[in-house]
């Protein structure tokens, strides 16, 4: 038995030997191979997530400036559409001064008919009609 069953069961144990010694070099290469690629997932993780932080940084700086750019334009369409009513109110003011002085005049010219009881030549009356508002505008400005 020991010359028919030896050399067989030493053959069997050996390749059985040689057959768990392959699979665990065969584990141990697919266990270094899986943390590499696992240490180049995590980097590949990392400079995304990495990425990402400058875009969304990118992104908020662009807004912010967007928004200082929007509230820039505002506030300068503000200030024009300020000044052209400061305009519009001092040529308000010119026309109801130029108005209230063609009043004044029309009856200055009516009360100095109506006193002197005669026309006066329209020199005269206008430049006592100029002196009137003179006078006047003199008073309302004091």
């Given at each position: 038995v020991y010359f028919v069953a030896y050399k067989r069961i030493k053959k069997y144990k050996d390749a059985r030997k040689d057959y768990i010694e392959r699979n665990i070099r065969d584990a141990e290469q697919a266990k270094r191979l899986h943390e590499g690629k696992a240490k180049e997932a995590d980097a590949v993780i990392e400079e995304a997530n990495k990425e990402a932080l400058e875009i969304i940084a990118k992104a908020k700086l662009d807004a912010s400036s967007s928004a200082e750019k929007i509230i820039e334009e505002a506030d300068k369409e503000a200030a024009e559409r300020l000044i052209h009513a400061d305009e519009e109110i001092k040529k308000n003011e010119e026309k109801a001064r130029a108005e209230l002085h063609?009043?004044?005049?029309?009856?200055?010219?009516?009360?100095?008919?109506?006193?002197?009881?005669?026309?006066?030549?329209?020199?005269?009356?206008?430049?006592?009609?100029?002196?009137?508002?003179?006078?006047?505008?003199?008073?309302?400005?004091?």
């Open positions: 063609d009043e004044i005049v029309e009856i200055a010219l009516e009360a100095s008919r109506q006193v002197l009881g005669r026309e006066v030549n329209e020199e005269d009356n206008r430049q006592l009609v100029d002196d009137f508002a003179k006078q006047i505008a003199k008073k309302g400005k004091k």
